[in-house]
């Protein structure tokens, strides 16, 4: 009997956009699911309250109204009010073209070793077709864990064994994400990096991850809402935004590997982001954030792991 499937869809500000994400998995085909939406939204506008409407009227969705926002907390409390073997994780502002894209992700769990599944990313501009490319897997697990995390591509052709995941298009038994306590909710505002974070703590349990190309979506990368930091609307506090990248670093940085993780985790997504090279009066805020991250990382680093699953 295939294990039952619960979808997981934060959303923020993307209205129109997520209502597009629910239509296409409430038309998908195969195993027994349901979707738990965890809007943050305070209110929704008018012109998408009969859309909305009749997704919310569908038995198969249960629909959480969480303030404040925070992304992590959210997935966290969506899991919690769950119910599947399989959690299936996917953004809000995706499509998925593809009827048995969920059949694709469970298809996988047959095989008792595997604890996640990360599914292919496309972009508006590719078709979306999802080629596998013939032979045999490969495997990235004879490399460094923090190797197959950041330099492991999400548009590959070849199914592969890797530790790597994402919140965008990704799965995971729920006993497994039970078995570490879940997300760590220490990662707040705009965060980036506690998919990493639970890719790295599930692995080291020595459980393992696939990368199914098939099981492909389209990731639209909405310009606003979300995490979006090109959206003016969001808050953008460069302290939360360093202390994330920071929290990441002092948890899981490795002799031999603190460079890579410095440079592409930290520095790359703080005073190294486009926005503030572009606009470089930013530095010195982005800067004075970076060392005040750090320094909030270390205490909750120190404070130890956060989560409601966790006593």
């Not at 809402?225 to 953008?236: C, E, Q």
């Not at 031999?256 to 926005?275: D, E, I, N, P, S």
């Amino acid at each position: 009997m295939a294990p039952t499937v619960s979808v997981i869809v934060p959303t923020f500000r993307r209205f129109g956009h997520v209502l597009n994400t629910l239509s296409d998995l409430l038309r998908q085909e195969g195993p027994a699911f349901d979707v738990v939406v965890a809007d943050q939204n305070l209110e929704w506008p008018a012109e998408f309250a009969e859309r909305l409407a009749a997704i919310q009227a569908d038995p198969r969705v249960k629909w959480l109204r969480l303030q404040p926002p925070g992304v992590v907390a959210a997935r966290n409390e969506a899991v919690r009010q769950s119910a599947g073997e399989i959690l299936v994780f996917v953004d809000d502002d995706v499509l998925i073209r593809d009827t048995r894209f969920l059949e694709k992700h469970v298809a996988h769990y047959a095989n008792p070793d595997v604890a996640g599944v990360i599914g292919r990313e496309r972009t508006p501009d590719s078709d979306g077709s999802g080629h596998v490319a013939p032979g045999p897997p490969h495997d990235w697990t004879d490399r460094h864990v923090l190797e197959q995390i950041f330099e492991f591509h999400r548009d590959s052709d070849h199914v592969t064994k890797v530790c790597t995941f994402s919140t965008c298009n990704g799965s995971v038994r729920r006993s497994a994400f039970l078995a570490v306590g879940g997300f760590d909710e220490n990662f707040t505002g705009n965060s980036y990096g506690d998919d990493h974070d639970l890719a790295v703590r599930i692995y080291e349990k020595g459980l393992r991850f696939i990368y199914d190309p098939a099981t492909v979506l389209v990731h639209l990368n909405a310009p606003a809402g979300g995490l979006r930091l090109t959206d003016p609307a969001n808050a953008f506090d460069h302290t939360a935004r360093a202390m994330c990248q920071w929290l990441f670093y002092h948890r899981h940085a490795r002799p031999g590997y603190r460079w890579m993780v410095l440079y592409r985790h930290v520095l790359r997504k703080t005073v190294f982001l486009k926005a503030n090279l572009v606009k470089p009066w930013r530095q010195f805020a982005a800067w004075a954030g970076l060392i005040r991250g750090y320094v909030e990382a270390k205490r909750r680093v120190a404070h130890g792991f956060v989560s409601r699953f966790v006593k």
